[in-house]
């Protein structure tokens, strides 16, 4: 318990308050849903609050465990064969969800496991790196971290393979600022990064495109939210719908909102109001000036998350902060950039105010290591 009174509340009080604001968003942008769906309007409270309590235990208990048990070899390769084998079974009986088969369903609720990967790649990529510090500096980057680049592109495969492309690009996202903060050279690091970014400018994209508008690519859901992308208004009846009726809430909300439960588009119009698109609901009814202040709580624990590792003198500690900023960081863009229209639409929930027990649990595990590792550090500079 004495852990308790080192707690970074820079880090709690933002995610408390945005774990709650987000069963309240999840009842109002639901209740027509649940409705719809023959059941009670309160049924995704229910099940968002239930989330985010189970969410709030996963946190304690990893603020109060001892960290370094999450280095232990035999724990590390338990985790590890759940994870691929969670995701090699997505490829036989995975539930198909919005185009893509990333589901295990388990009674009333779904598990994802590509948001639980997320967890898993932070906490064993970032222990490789930290074990190979020596070897780093003895030998060539790409020799000592050729193994673990191959263990990264299976598991990004079998994301891709649902297909889910979000999650595998939150995934790589991670994966790629580890490596980034292993040891790699400056000069090679802004090669990589500069490639990276060129090639998906000027290369991937126009491919996706053009495959897109193809007659191979008019059967793929994922696609089609390309088309959506480039054009929505020309298919607002069809694949842009989505993101037409998304600009609609957003506009419809101005500055201060129409007022908490009076959504027009989430009454049938704007599909995935609870998930997806939470956050054009919540600017519809609450205004830019609240949705703003969602995202500056959000940029609050990112830039403290970004601190935490700055400051800590372990490199296996570091890594981990640094990994779970880039989650969160990537993540909200991701479904920001899908909801205003700057990126195509992924599927990503937003952190802590979409509907999801997956994204809710995962986001407690990684917060918990994150405020553990705060928590030590505090503690060491007071006794110290």
Not at 348 to 358: A, E, K, L, Q
């Amino acid at each position: 318990m004495r852990k308790l009174k080192y707690l970074d509340y820079w880090l709690l009080v933002p995610y408390l308050i945005l774990s709650v604001f987000g069963i309240v968003m999840v009842y109002s942008a639901s209740a027509d849903i649940g409705s719809q769906n023959g059941g009670s309007p309160g049924s995704y409270l229910i099940k968002q609050a239930l989330y985010v309590f189970l969410g709030f235990l996963i946190l304690g208990f990893m603020i109060m465990m001892n960290i370094n048990k999450l280095r232990e070899k035999r724990l590390i390769q338990i985790a590890g064969y759940v994870a691929y084998g969670a995701l090699f079974f997505l490829l036989v009986k995975g539930q198909t969800i919005n185009g893509a088969a990333g589901w295990i369903h388990l009674g009333a609720f779904s598990l994802q496991p590509a948001e639980f990967v997320k967890f898993y790649v932070i906490i064993w990529l970032s222990n490789v790196i930290a074990k190979r510090q020596d070897e780093l500096e003895e030998y060539s980057w790409w020799s000592t971290m050729q193994k673990p680049l191959l263990v990264c592109a299976i598991i990004l495969a079998l994301i891709i393979k649902q297909p889910d492309l979000g999650g595998a690009a939150i995934n790589g996202a991670i994966m790629f600022v580890l490596f980034l903060s292993s040891g790699i050279k400056p000069r090679l690091s802004k090669t990589i990064f500069t490639g990276i970014v060129a090639g998906g400018i000027f290369v991937l994209m126009p491919f996706l495109a053009w495959l897109a508008t193809s007659s191979a690519g008019k059967g793929s859901y994922q696609l089609q939210r390309i088309v959506a992308f480039m054009n929505p208004f020309k298919h607002a009846q069809g694949v842009g719908q989505q993101l037409v009726n998304s600009y609609y809430a957003i506009s419809n909300g101005g500055i201060f909102g129409v007022g908490w439960g009076n959504s027009i588009q989430k009454t049938g119009y704007l599909p995935e109001p609870n998930t997806d698109f939470i956050m054009a609901i919540l600017t519809e009814e609450l205004g830019l000036i609240t949705a703003l202040a969602v995202v500056a709580l959000l940029f609050v624990i990112i830039l403290r998350t970004v601190l935490v590792g700055v400051r800590s003198s372990s490199t296996y500690q570091t890594l981990i902060c640094y990994g779970a900023a880039t989650y969160l960081a990537v993540q909200t863009s991701f479904n920001l950039g899908g909801v205003l229209g700057f990126l195509p639409i992924t599927g990503v929930t937003f952190p802590f105010i979409s509907y999801g027990g997956s994204s809710t649990w995962t986001l407690a595990l990684v917060m918990g290591v994150v405020m553990n590792i705060s928590a030590r550090q505090k503690r060491y500079r007071m006794t110290h």
